[in-house]
């Protein structure tokens, strides 16, 4: 649905704000929960649990996307399109961060400059959906929201929204980012073990000898480097990484917003890095209405269909004072509209004085439908995304950035360090018959670990270029 964006909104952004203040706008994407007492409950024992993140952290990420904004830095912003509760498991949470690694590590050797770390995890729970009901065989059901409301299963019970699940959500989000802070404190992401890194499968992969190659280059730089200061170079035994989430379910984002001592204004402590996704990108609505009011950092997806003047009002919106770092623009327009869409948007901004941080999403809008004539998955429809349009995508940003003088701050890609085919092409070629031999997805195609270390170096080369 395309989202609503009034040049003349009756909602005024210097209007007093509380986390509250959403309530009564229009609020697309929430759950239907049957029992609203449930839901106060649960929503006051979250607003009593622990935080997932800290303001301090949250500042830090602000400062490094305001470098990224001036060409400073490139974010790296990956991960699952919809985490389950099922899959947090320390295999699972180390395979995604090996291939962010993998890739960060791909991008400082190519792009010469460092890299932001943002997982799209710890909190990617939740998913907006086109329709409200399923149908299958003559059955209608609630549609699969996320592990946050329901589950995937094809029942009135596993369907049935349950707020409690809010509160499994928080806690998976906890230990996912406690496993991930004690592998990174404890010598996991150290550039003098890049081996720590490898996935089981890398060697098999036609790119592995590439990167081994840079491994090898980037290990014998940084000891040149430690022998000549006599010491270790500071900062390269750990990395900062983030976590990333689609702000969604309003309710929970309010329970877990904030003041903290010594700070001014609120936090959402949810997550590091929230957005907006493109389906609740309206103006007047509840989601904007929100974000405003928040210190964080906050991206926004924009897409086709949305009017440059439309991304300038939001911007006003959103960050009336200019700060810095503030908002990443994270367009999802698709290989075939890119040319014709992003070039308008950026013009309008660049001329109304906001620097955001922009980021190109590949992904979203290269989704399709492809039925396979053949294998295992003959005559069943299945959504993928085709390799060769996600870089065609980014291909064109680039080149759209260099010509308005803009820098393309980062990018933003759904992928996975596990062997799964979702998505046709890269190196291997992957057909639409080869699908079915371990997708996994419940929602969107991502990228596997070949194809993502492959999009990496791609991305890289152009970054060099």
């Known amino acids: 649905m395309k989202p609503v964006v009034s040049p003349l909104a009756a909602v005024d952004s210097a209007a007093p704000w509380t986390p509250d203040s959403w309530r009564g706008r229009p609020c697309r994407q929430q759950p239907p929960w049957p029992d609203a007492e449930a839901l106060e409950r649960a929503l006051a024992e979250l607003r009593t649990l622990p935080p997932l993140v800290t303001s301090w952290e949250i500042e830090?990420?602000?400062?490094?996307?305001?470098?990224?904004?001036?060409?400073?830095?490139?974010?790296?912003?990956?991960?699952?399109?919809?985490?389950?509760?099922?899959?947090?498991?320390?295999?699972?949470?180390?395979?995604?961060?090996?291939?962010?690694?993998?890739?960060?590590?791909?991008?400082?050797?190519?792009?010469?400059?460092?890299?932001?770390?943002?997982?799209?995890?710890?909190?990617?729970?939740?998913?907006?959906?086109?329709?409200?009901?399923?149908?299958?065989?003559?059955?209608?059901?609630?549609?699969?929201?996320?592990?946050?409301?329901?589950?995937?299963?094809?029942?009135?019970?596993?369907?049935?929204?349950?707020?409690?699940?809010?509160?499994?959500?928080?806690?998976?989000?906890?230990?996912?980012?406690?496993?991930?802070?004690?592998?990174?404190?404890?010598?996991?992401?150290?550039?003098?073990?890049?081996?720590?890194?490898?996935?089981?499968?890398?060697?098999?992969?036609?790119?592995?000898?590439?990167?081994?190659?840079?491994?090898?280059?980037?290990?014998?730089?940084?000891?040149?480097?430690?022998?000549?200061?006599?010491?270790?170079?500071?900062?390269?035994?750990?990395?900062?990484?983030?976590?990333?989430?689609?702000?969604?379910?309003?309710?929970?984002?309010?329970?877990?917003?904030?003041?903290?001592?010594?700070?001014?204004?609120?936090?959402?402590?949810?997550?590091?890095?929230?957005?907006?996704?493109?389906?609740?990108?309206?103006?007047?609505?509840?989601?904007?209405?929100?974000?405003r009011g928040i210190a964080n950092p906050v991206g926004l997806k924009i897409g086709p269909g949305l009017e440059p003047q439309a991304v300038v009002a939001l911007l006003q919106r959103l960050d009336p004072n200019r700060q810095p770092g503030k908002i990443a623009l994270i367009a999802r327009f698709g290989a075939h509209q890119v040319a014709h869409e992003l070039p308008r948007i950026i013009d309008a901004v660049k001329s109304s004085g906001w620097t955001p941080t922009w980021v190109c999403d590949p992904m979203h809008g290269n989704t399709e439908t492809v039925i396979p004539s053949s294998g295992a998955g003959a005559g069943v429809p299945i959504k993928t995304r085709k390799f060769a349009h996600i870089l065609a995508e980014l291909e064109q940003s680039f080149e759209i950035h260099r010509a308005k003088g803009v820098p393309l701050g980062g990018v933003h890609i759904e992928l996975t360090g596990e062997d799964v085919t979702e998505c046709t092409g890269g190196a291997r070629g992957l057909s639409d018959e080869q699908l079915a031999r371990a997708y996994r997805s419940r929602v969107d195609p991502r990228l596997n670990y070949e194809q993502a270390l492959e999009m990496a170096m791609l991305i890289a080369r152009r970054m060099r270029d």
Not at 113 to 129: D, E, L, S
């Open 60 to 291: 830090a990420l602000r400062q490094q996307l305001a470098d990224a904004a001036a060409g400073r830095r490139f974010l790296l912003h990956g991960g699952d399109c919809c985490e389950q509760f099922d899959e947090c498991t320390s295999s699972a949470i180390a395979a995604k961060l090996k291939i962010l690694l993998q890739m960060s590590l791909v991008l400082v050797h190519g792009g010469r400059r460092p890299v932001i770390r943002v997982g799209r995890f710890a909190g990617q729970y939740a998913k907006p959906r086109s329709s409200e009901t399923e149908t299958r065989h003559g059955v209608t059901l609630p549609s699969y929201r996320g592990d946050n409301v329901n589950r995937s299963g094809f029942t009135p019970e596993e369907r049935r929204p349950d707020p409690w699940r809010l509160i499994e959500g928080h806690a998976r989000s906890a230990m996912t980012l406690n496993f991930i802070r004690a592998l990174v404190d404890g010598g996991f992401a150290d550039l003098h073990h890049p081996e720590n890194w490898d996935l089981d499968f890398v060697k098999h992969s036609p790119l592995g000898a590439d990167y081994q190659r840079m491994v090898e280059q980037l290990g014998e730089s940084l000891r040149f480097m430690e022998t000549l200061v006599g010491a270790q170079v500071l900062g390269t035994n750990r990395v900062d990484f983030f976590s990333s989430h689609e702000g969604l379910i309003l309710d929970y984002e309010a329970a877990l917003t904030r003041t903290v001592p010594h700070r001014e204004g609120f936090y959402d402590l949810s997550t590091h890095f929230p957005w907006i996704g493109y389906r609740t990108l309206d103006l007047d609505g509840a989601h904007v209405e929100f974000f």
